[in-house]
């Protein structure tokens, strides 16, 4: 009987452990597929004036499509999961257009020369542990200092 009770308290302690980082994994798809959608908005908005980046961001996505389409596809597994195909799309719907309204009118505390270059850098690395670490700093609120990709 103690055997029983101290393998289901293992499990559920295994449970607990593993839900965190499922949860993790899915949030960190999640913000790489908001970061491209970020970066594909701000790109359009940018594209009139002298600093334009959307080469930079065609060059960003050829660059990291693998781990782009990677993400979208775990993103969207995930979803199903919890909410069948048909609220799996509209999930995936009310994140793009989400995303698409919160930067149409620009980001929140970087400008288009600065997206640009921050594009270009991306572009030229292959490493996501990278895209992740813009997609958290760029995502989130104005670093006070010292971000990779504060202010430049």
Same mark, same amino acid.
């Given at each position: ?14 449970? *607990?452990?593993?839900?965190? &980082?499922?949860?993790?994994? +899915?949030?960190?798809?999640? =913000? ?16 009139? !004036?002298?600093?334009?980046? =959307?080469?930079?961001? /065609?060059?960003? &996505?050829?660059?990291? *499509?693998?781990?782009? #389409?990677?993400?979208? $596809? ?7 999961? /919890?909410? @069948? ?8 719907? $009310? *994140?793009?257009? @989400?995303?698409? #309204?919160?930067? !149409?009118? @620009? ?10 270059? *921050?594009?270009?850098?991306? &572009?030229?690395?292959?490493? +996501?542990?990278?895209?992740? =670490? ?11 200092? @010292? !971000? ?5």
């Amino acid at each position: 009987m103690h055997f029983k009770k101290t393998m289901a308290a293992a499990a559920t302690a295994a449970a *607990i452990l593993m839900t965190p &980082s499922t949860a993790s994994a +899915s949030a960190q798809h999640e =913000q790489i597929r908001k970061l491209d959608i970020m970066l594909m908005v701000t790109s359009l908005r940018c594209r009139m !004036g002298k600093d334009d980046f =959307q080469p930079h961001y /065609r060059k960003f &996505s050829a660059a990291h *499509i693998g781990a782009l #389409n990677h993400s979208a $596809r775990t993103l969207e597994k995930g979803l199903v999961a /919890r909410h @069948g195909k048909k609220g799996a799309k509209r999930a995936l719907d $009310r *994140i793009s257009v @989400g995303m698409a #309204n919160q930067y !149409g009118q @620009g980001h929140p505390w970087l400008d288009c020369a600065e997206l640009k270059e *921050i594009t270009h850098d991306l &572009s030229k690395t292959k490493d +996501s542990a990278v895209l992740h =670490q813009a997609a958290d700093e760029l995502l989130g609120p104005a670093p006070r200092s @010292g !971000g990779r990709w504060a202010r430049r």
